[in-house]
């Protein structure tokens, strides 16, 4: 086996030091940014040299809502989630919402509110394939954005695909 020695870096980069890291993270989760710093963020994530490091389906998007119970994980009220959100490779938008025939606001068997989401036939294909792949995929996350913001990233345990689906939490 051929290995290569690499030095650890002395000191850490503009990146780095404003993107926090907790061991509660999921797959989809970059870390946690301060709304102060969202921006910069944002523009660092664009360069060329720090671009490459990602693949180029790629998008970074944050959460809309600051992080829920920051202080009992380590993190500041103004901490916001950032994601890596993979983008279909023409760039499109899976499921839009022309393709949802109905939102509403329901409770669920527990009490515990959540939207329940009804397709029409094109949504619901897209849902059942996306959500198919998801559930095959280790339980992947699938987020779910209202104006570039991240508002769920719902675990897929299983597929869905009856065109009926219902978001609870964040």
Same mark, same amino acid.
């Given at each position: 086996i051929d290995t290569v020695e690499v030095e650890a870096p002395t000191e850490i980069g503009p990146l780095a030091s404003m #993107? $926090? #890291?907790d061991g509660n993270s /999921? %797959? @989809?989760t970059l870390g946690y940014v301060s709304k102060n710093n969202r921006d910069d963020v944002l523009k660092l994530l664009k *360069?060329?040299?720090v671009a490459r490091f %990602?693949? $180029?389906? @790629? /998008? %970074?998007?944050? /959460? *809309?809502e600051a992080v829920e119970n920051a202080e009992d994980r380590g993190l500041d009220q103004n901490d916001y989630t950032l994601y890596v959100v993979k983008q279909s490779p023409n760039g499109r938008? !899976? #499921? /839009?919402?022309?393709?949802?025939?109905d939102a509403r606001s329901e409770a669920d068997q527990a009490g515990e509110m959540g939207v329940g989401i009804t397709m029409d036939q094109e949504g619901t294909r897209e849902? @059942? $394939?996306w959500s198919t792949n998801a559930a095959s995929d280790n339980n992947r996350q699938i987020a779910i954005l209202l104006d570039s913001q991240v508002v769920s990233a719902p675990t897929v345990r299983v597929p #869905? !695909?009856?065109? $009926?689906t219902r978001i609870d939490g964040g």
């Open positions: #993107i $926090r #890291i /999921s %797959f @989809a *360069r060329d040299d %990602f693949p $180029r389906t @790629a /998008s %970074f998007h944050f /959460s *809309r938008v !899976r #499921i /839009s919402g022309e393709m949802i025939t849902w @059942a $394939r #869905i !695909r009856d065109g $009926r």
